[in-house]
């Protein structure tokens, strides 16, 4: 039902008849909070309407739940009507200031938000300009002050949301309560997720169903553009496109566990989250900024040499980077495996710049990699998902991929974010020294709906290829040049969740040892990009068939020449080499999944292997 849409932060809104509860409504909260924490999240707080006085009341903590549960007393806020949420850093740390429910100057209008909002420092200048003071670094509180502004003008708050929705730009979901009217919570949504549920004389409003199903399994799924209101006995909901919508006609009784309704009716984290990537680049591809770019590419290109230092899939993301900065940009690129730094500790200076990619920005080797190139000297770029993690804190400056909390331990999502964001910054560089990188650009925007389109058209075929594995001791991950590292991170994938011996390496290697392994029916994936490289894959498939291979390829659409070859093939829509990684390994990500599944495996829960590694 969520299809396509991404993890971060989790909201819950609750309004209720007066005098219905049979628990303190900040309990309610709690309870409900403690449901989105599989969400992955780094602060919590919630704001009130105190029932006593009518005052709006905001408490907010950095920490987990527990953590933060004395500072936020969820057991004496009393009140009829709030709103919750857990917050997910994606601009400014973690902190008690930068934690949600934000508010306005005057603390009237109270704000969660999910997302990102693009247009925040813009709206932020202005409002500063007009007088606005702002207690936070979050794009989020741009919301309550433009409310401020809008009811001062004489807007009611339905009015107000509806105009908020026209200024903000980005991808976002907010619920809001205003102290002027004391039982509704407005939202809006624009590709973030937001669910209503309907209860016996109380509304909810939430980022994800589990947050509310021990109270209600009726639901509305609110639609891209659509805003409204909710109170104890009403649902207002209008499109900006189509207007004022029949609630009725929209509501659906779910059947789902809460253990089902987590994963949005997948059946694994790992199929959501790989279903979900097409809005994770999105969010990347949105939420990186011109300015932190440019401060990274100014640091690369007054550097004597960049080196590159990260683990497993990580890794193969950096070797992508190394590639691009390497072919497009000119630059001296040196890539490593972070635990093998000692190799370069006596080599790394004040004039190198380290990238060090972690996802989790937590990878003890990776951090070590860190500590040793920044004693040198070196000035260093982390690449990261995690806001604040270790590895962005202690490096010189942090790029974030923003792809929201990754819960299945094989990387999917927070890979291919990972490519975008390194992309981007390679093309930053190359164009600063005068390369015309517009086609590359071009293909980066365009991967979230190319990605999209690949798993909807080739979900059914990878699932046949990834039973079709179910007996297979070993297989090949084939390609050449910047297909090598994509490669590699297919056979990375295969081996982590299906257990089955999988190596990758470049195409041409073969008969220099490894091709002495095929037997007939042995798997070998050629990837086929639309490089130079190209032509050359002919005589690397055709040896491999003539052993007795099974030959399968990722191959650019209308290929005949690999058609007639191949024994399997899916068509690729054509896209820039550089790009192709991140767009080429999605369906590798299902074989994958798909084999592993066959094979009775859970993918979400690999074994031996755990989602972050702090030990060397
Ligand atoms: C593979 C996988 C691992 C991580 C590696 C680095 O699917 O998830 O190989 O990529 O442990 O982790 P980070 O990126 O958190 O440093």
């Not at 309004?15 to 409504?25: A, D, F, H, R, V």
């Not at 934000?102 to 999910?114: S, Y």
């Not at 974030?400 to 299945?408: C, D, F, L, Q």
């Not at 011996?501 to 050629?526: M, Q, R, W």
Request: net charge neutral.
């Amino acid at each position: 039902m969520f299809s396509g849409e991404i993890s971060m932060c989790g909201i819950i809104g609750i309004t209720s008849e007066q005098g219905t509860l049979i628990e303190p409504i900040g309990k309610i909260i709690e309870k409900c909070l403690r449901k989105l924490e599989y969400r992955g999240y780094d602060s919590v707080g919630f704001a009130y309407i105190d029932s006593s006085n009518g005052e709006l009341i905001v408490r907010k903590a950095e920490g987990k739940i527990d953590q933060a549960a004395r500072k936020l007393g969820f057991n004496d806020a009393n009140g009829s009507i709030a709103i919750g949420h857990t917050r997910w850093a994606t601009h400014g740390k973690p902190s008690d200031y930068n934690a949600h429910p934000h508010t306005d100057c005057k603390g009237l209008i109270a704000v969660v938000h999910n997302g990102i909002i693009q247009n925040y420092l813009e709206l932020r200048r202005k409002l500063i300009s007009r007088g606005h003071a702002f207690r936070s670094e979050t794009d989020t509180e741009v919301i309550p002050h433009i409310l401020e502004e809008l009811i001062s003008k004489g807007l009611k708050p339905i009015e107000a949301i509806k105009e908020a929705f026209r200024i903000l730009r980005g991808t976002f979901a907010f619920a809001v309560i205003f102290a002027m009217e004391p039982n509704k919570i407005y939202f809006a949504k624009q590709t973030s997720p937001l669910v209503i549920g309907l209860g016996n004389r109380a509304n909810y409003v939430a980022s994800d169903i589990p947050a509310f199903l021990e109270y209600t399994n009726k639901v509305i799924v609110v639609r891209q553009g659509e805003f409204g209101y909710i109170s104890p006995n009403e649902v207002y909901l209008e499109s900006l496109d189509y207007g004022v919508i029949n609630v009725k006609s929209r509501i659906r009784v779910i059947g789902w566990t809460p253990e089902m309704a987590m994963k949005s009716g997948y059946p694994h984290f790992m199929l959501k989250e790989i279903h979900e990537q097409p809005i994770a680049m999105e969010r990347t591809l949105q939420g990186l900024t011109r300015e932190e770019l440019e401060e990274a590419v100014k640091l690369l290109l007054n550097a004597n040499r960049i080196f590159i230092a990260a683990c497993g899939t990580s890794f193969h993301a950096g070797l992508v980077a190394d590639y691009a900065l390497t072919t497009l940009a000119k630059l001296p690129t040196h890539s490593f495996i972070s635990s093998e730094y000692l190799k370069y500790s006596n080599v790394f200076s004040e004039r190198d710049v380290g990238i060090i990619i972690s996802q989790s920005g937590e990878t003890i080797d990776s951090l070590m990699a860190l500590r040793k190139m920044k004693k040198a000297g070196a000035k260093v770029i982390a690449v990261s998902n995690v806001i604040d993690s270790a590895i962005p804190r202690e490096a010189d400056l942090a790029i974030y991929t923003r792809a929201g909390p990754e819960i299945g331990v094989a990387a999917t999502k927070t890979f291919t974010t990972q490519i975008i964001a390194l992309l981007k910054l390679a093309c930053q560089a190359a164009s600063d020294v005068g390369v015309d990188v517009g086609v590359i650009e071009n293909d980066l925007n365009r991967l979230p709906k190319l990605t999209a389109r690949i798993i909807r058209a080739h979900e059914a075929k990878c699932k046949i290829l990834g039973e079709e594995l179910i007996e297979a001791k070993s297989a090949f991950y084939l390609s050449r040049g910047i297909g090598v590292p994509l490669s590699m991170e297919g056979a990375l994938k295969l081996k982590e969740i299906a257990y089955i011996h999988a190596e990758a390496y470049p195409a041409g290697e073969s008969k220099h040892g490894p091709i002495a392994l095929i037997e007939n029916g042995f798997p070998v994936v050629f990837s086929v990009l639309l490089d130079d490289y190209k032509e050359h894959l002919i005589g690397n498939i055709t040896e491999m068939n003539a052993r007795g291979a099974n030959t399968i390829g990722l191959i650019p659409r209308g290929e005949e020449q690999f058609m007639k070859i191949l024994d399997k093939y899916i068509e690729m829509p054509h896209i820039h080499p550089m790009v192709a990684p991140a767009l080429y390994v999605v369906p590798m990500q299902m074989i994958a999944y798909y084999a592993a599944v066959s094979r009775g495996y859970d993918p979400d829960k690999p074994r031996n292997l755990a989602k972050t590694v702090t030990v060397e």
